[in-house]
């Protein structure tokens, strides 16, 4: 990476560990490394937060709320209209930082960004929108309201896989619905998460909203869970394994607080028998392989009627043969590495232990020789109960399973404790209607002739049973960085009580 680039996006010096949104910042005490995945290398060290230092982060979110709820809203879009023409900007530079930083290719990182600006522009329109309710009251001269106040400092605790987008879809929804937002970006993107907040500080200060958006830099799990802990912070996003969001939820819940968990995914795509390939091959391709298979939307599980099953496997075969790894930056790259050494072995061992159970490799299943964290795109012909299966492995491994007919693969859709995203490609018209029913898929999102991966920022996205039941982005996800309150207003002379009750005390 060249001193040039570190200089345009602000990244001159690594020490600090904090930021406080008014473009100040804590030094570190200690540090760690942020590493490339390209080439297994450290990129710099940044500065580890210290209690001390979330102290002072969460007290100025704190400050900061106090003057930001009152600002009008549609005044609060402005804010976010200028990080998104700040953002376009410097989109070409983000990518490429964040494509050395966590091994996308750069068509991904640049639309990791664009991601970013999209979602902004979606809350600039919110803020002009988001409403409540008039509702009848059975007592006359009274009016009876639904109203959405802001709800106060959201802490944001993002995954390295999407280490820009996943802060904006939080912190631009929450921060035109009047809340500020404390921000702890996974310690393998650092200095994406430093970048992108020199960026919101310069914005933030033009706009006299200094503090609406800060930062904590740590690589140790004791800050998330003190964030967890806080009462002060009303909501807290995680972005994570569902491990550790079990553990977090339990935290907050223990204090009365909120959680939105975006965690684990285990997607099915289903190849029905009347299935178009030509859509549906592609479409798995991307799921599986598109950032390493470390998406949380990735598609792990490939639910094939084995009347298919012949054509399905000889093409896919052949694409993931095709598939270049290597740079992420360089031109006709699909396939960059996975995110370090652990999740390399971790992708050795679910290959195994596929083995082990009965499986069969048809492509891949190798870690590759040299630098960085590379592996071969994997294809495994499994069954859906093995535990191997069951579980979500983060890298470009796709398991291919026999069905004998639709109403099975629907059945091990099902059949995870995850239930994020699910897909089927078929041209029957029941089939799809009864995918896309109550008794159908049981994930946050299901699609139709659509893979797994690849969401727009106009629908909610979010995921059921291990996956948290969190929803972000569009919809109306902007109702859980808020407060509902029903209002009663008398502009009468007397005070008639509901449902007929009289008290003449």
């Known amino acids: 990476m060249s001193e040039q680039l570190f200089s345009r996006l602000g990244l001159g010096e690594f020490n600090p560990a904090a930021a406080l949104g008014d473009g100040s910042w804590r030094d570190g005490h200690g540090g760690f490394a942020s590493m490339t ?184 799990a004791e800050l998330g869970q003190a964030l967890a802990d ?111 050494e652990d999740a390399r072995a971790e992708f050795v061992g679910a290959v195994a232990q596929s083995l082990a159970e009965g499986g069969t490799v048809l492509h891949g299943g190798r870690p590759l020789p040299g630098h960085g964290f590379y592996v071969e795109p994997t294809l495994v012909v499994a069954e859906n109960h093995w535990p191997v299966v069951q579980r979500e492995t983060f890298a470009p491994l796709l398991y291919l399973i026999r069905c004998p007919d639709f109403e099975t693969a629907l059945k091990l859709n099902n059949a995870v404790p995850q239930g994020l995203s699910s897909s089927l490609f078929t041209l029957d018209l029941r089939h799809a209607e009864r995918f896309l029913s109550a008794a159908g898929s049981d994930c946050g999102i299901a699609n139709v002739n659509a893979g797994t991966s690849g969401a727009e920022i106009g629908g909610a996205f979010g995921g059921e049973k291990e996956t948290g039941g969190g929803r972000e982005a569009g919809s109306d996800a902007w109702k859980a960085y808020m407060r509902r309150q029903t209002q009663t207003v008398n502009y009468g002379c007397q005070l008639p009580l509901a449902q007929g009750v009289h008290f003449d005390a």
Not at 165 to 182: E, K, L, Q, R
Not at 250 to 276: H, M, P, Y
């Open 230 to 340: 806080d009462r002060r912070l009303p909501l807290v996003s995680f972005t994570g394994s569902s491990g550790v969001g079990r553990q977090l939820a339990q935290s907050v819940a223990a204090r009365f607080g909120r959680c939105l968990l975006e965690c684990s995914g285990n997607n099915a795509a289903i190849i029905d028998a009347s299935a178009d390939l030509e859509l549906a091959i592609p479409a798995v391709v991307f799921g599986a392989v598109g950032t390493a298979g470390q998406r949380c939307t990735s598609t792990r599980r490939l639910l094939v009627h084995e009347a298919r099953w012949d054509e399905v496997e000889e093409r896919l075969t052949r694409a993931f043969s095709r598939i270049v790894s290597g740079d992420p930056l360089a031109p006709g790259v699909l396939l960059g590495p996975l995110i370090d």
């Open 37 to 220: 995945p390209v080439l297994g290398l450290p990129l710099a060290l940044v500065g580890r937060a210290t209690e001390e230092d979330r102290e002072a982060v969460v007290q100025q979110a704190c400050r900061s709320f106090l003057h930001w709820r009152d600002v009008p809203a549609p005044r609060r879009g402005l804010l976010v209209r200028d990080l998104a023409i700040a953002l376009r900007e410097h989109k070409a530079d983000l990518a490429t930082l964040l494509a050395i930083e966590v091994g996308k290719i750069r068509s991904e990182a640049e639309g990791e960004i664009q991601e970013m600006v999209d979602i902004a522009d979606y809350a600039v329109g919110l803020s002009r929108q988001y409403h409540g309710l008039t509702l009848p009251s059975e007592r006359p001269r009274h009016h009876l309201l639904e109203r959405w106040q802001p709800l106060g400092p959201v802490a944001v605790i993002t995954a390295f896989n999407f280490p820009a987008a996943v802060w904006a879809w939080n912190a631009f929804i929450a921060a035109v619905c009047g809340d500020t937002v404390v921000w702890k970006p996974s310690p393998k993107a650092p200095l994406t998460a430093i970048a992108i907040q020199r960026i919101a500080d310069e914005v933030s200060r033009d706009h006299g909203a200094q503090g609406v958006f800060t930062l904590l830099l740590s690589d140790e």
